[in-house]
């Protein structure tokens, strides 16, 4: 398995309450990521919301840095490690919106995008931006069809049941001929629709458990991505055979790529759960 992470500071991960994250800066952010990229994990995140309902803030976090400007400084401070929106909601942007500017990305992190979609489910957010709401996963649909015939060419032509689009320009487009794409979600939905158009899927607030029932159930092609949360924070400085028991429970899971959290109280904290994960891992960044 591959390990990627979610990266701290810029999203309040389901309202956990923040500790040295609340005042930490954009440099504590390039060290995060300077690290897990000389370890060797896949890629690192940032989610997307524009605003969270007061209502909603206790649930699902009220921080969301912007993921465009996040990962374009990230780009410019790692190497290898790969930039993963999880997720952009398709419904807020026209697909070519997210071809020029994710394909600009692509270019300037050399080809290391991976772009993580889902159709959203906050509906005061889509009120709030006035985009329709409830043909989200029909319109979903259509955005990775379209996104999937756009992203790899200047001159994208598409016609769909929602976006229809030609005889126009749009460069740069994605550096990658196949940009990945993975869908979220929580539903059995989420994973018919990665499963159909698209290459992975990275649920949420889904168990381990009930992800390896619903993939018991379908036809997983090998190259596909199933990219799964630990049920629960890693800790593998205070207790690595736990973290280890999680890994082997999430590969016999089916799962192709960790979406780790960890248990931390600092920075430093922070950075040394990376070193021990990516050693009781054996990630190829690691000392042996």
């Not at 007061?54 to 912007?66: K, L, M, N, P, T």
């Not at 794409?181 to 992975?200: E, M, N, P, Q, Y």
């Amino acid at each position: 398995m591959k390990i990627g992470i979610a990266t701290p500071v810029v999203t309040n991960v389901g309202g956990a309450a923040l500790g040295w994250e609340r005042d930490a800066t954009i440099e504590d952010i390039g060290r995060v990521a300077e690290t897990a990229d000389r370890l060797g994990y896949h890629f690192l995140t940032c989610s997307e919301h524009i605003g969270i309902p007061a209502s909603e803030a206790g649930r699902r976090g009220a921080r969301y840095w912007d993921p465009l400007a996040t990962l374009g400084y990230v780009a410019a401070r790692t190497e290898r490690i790969r930039l993963a929106t999880m997720t952009l909601v398709l419904g807020y942007h026209h697909p070519l919106e997210i071809v020029k500017r994710y394909g600009t990305l692509d270019h300037v992190s050399k080809g290391r995008v991976i772009l993580g979609v889902g159709v959203g489910s906050l509906k005061q957010e889509f009120d709030l931006l006035g985009v329709p709401f409830d043909d989200r996963g029909a319109r979903g649909d259509d955005a990775l069809r379209a996104l999937r015939v756009a992203l790899p060419t200047n001159e994208p032509v598409y016609e769909g049941e929602f976006y229809s689009f030609g005889g126009l320009t749009v460069d740069p487009c994605a550096l990658q001929s196949h940009m990945p794409i993975w869908v979220g979600g929580r539903t059995k939905r989420s994973l018919r629709r990665a499963l159909t158009l698209a290459d992975g899927w990275c649920p949420f607030a889904v168990s381990i458990d009930t992800a390896a029932e619903w993939l018991s159930t379908r036809d997983v092609p090998d190259c596909f991505e199933v990219v799964l949360p630990a049920d629960k924070p890693l800790d593998p400085v205070g207790n690595p055979e736990a973290a280890r028991e999680t890994l082997e429970k999430m590969a016999s899971a089916g799962t192709t790529t960790v979406f780790a959290y960890f248990a931390h109280e600092s920075l430093d904290h922070y950075l040394e759960q990376l070193h021990a994960l990516a050693e009781l891992h054996g990630l190829n960044g690691a000392p042996a």
